[in-house]
Every structure is written in structure tokens, then in C-alpha cells.
Nanobody
Framework: ARLVESGGGLVQPGGSLKLSCKVSGIDGSYTMEWYRQTPGLQREMVASISHFSDNIQYADSVKGRFTVSRDNGLKTLYLQMNNLKPEDTGLYLC?????WGQGTQVTVSS
């Protein structure tokens, strides 16, 4: 299995980014998740979405600002991040079952 994230970068506070995670080598139905890792802290689950998008969950810190979605035909997971804050800075990784991507860095700074 392979998970490849993209879309990270440097953005000013209040800005937006859209992350993508392209999946290959995994078949069937599965929940997809976004995690965020910051130096010295454990990985924090940011958003989770079930196979048919009927069960979506967010960390309290991102509710109302982030939107998770997926395209099962393209085997791609997305994370639309709006009104970004400096505390959103971190390495964003996607996860399926026990598989992790390498992550894409998001830095929110003026």
C-alpha cells in the first residue's frame, strides 16, 4: 500500500490550503484519517471520514474551519483548511488502517 500526501506549504494566518492524499494498493471499504504531528507532541487525529462519507469526525480545534472529503473513484482523501492559525502548523499525514503516508508540511506564519 502507498499513501502520498501533497498540498502543504507556507501560508499566512487566516489563509487556506487544501491537502490531498492519493492511495494505491488498498482495496475494499475503509475509513480514512488525517493526523497532525508537531515537534515534541504525539500525533493528533484531525479528521476522520468513513467509506461512504456518512460518518465524519473532527478534532475540536479544527471544527468549523477544516472540511474532510474523499473521492473513492480517484482513491483520494482531501482536507480543506480555512482560517488557518499558527497552531495548525505541523506535518499532516493520512492514515488508512495501519498504513501511513510520509506527510506534507503545513506552516502558518506571518
Amino acid at each position: 500500500a502507498r499513501l502520498v500526501e501533497s498540498g502543504g506549504g507556507l501560508v499566512q494566518p487566516g489563509g487556506s490550503l487544501k491537502l490531498s492524499c492519493k492511495v494505491s494498493g488498498i482495496d475494499g471499504s475503509y475509513t480514512m484519517e488525517w493526523y497532525r504531528q508537531t515537534p515534541g507532541l504525539q500525533r493528533e487525529m484531525v479528521a476522520s471520514i468513513s467509506h461512504f462519507s456518512d460518518n465524519i469526525q473532527y478534532a475540536d480545534s479544527v471544527k468549523g474551519r477544516f472540511t474532510v472529503s474523499r473521492d473513492n473513484g480517484l482513491k483520494t482523501l482531501y482536507l480543506q483548511m480555512n482560517n488557518l492559525k499558527p497552531e495548525d502548523t505541523g506535518l499532516y499525514l493520512c492514515k488508512i488502517q495501519w498504513y501511513w503516508g510520509q506527510g506534507t508540511q503545513v506552516t502558518v506564519s506571518s
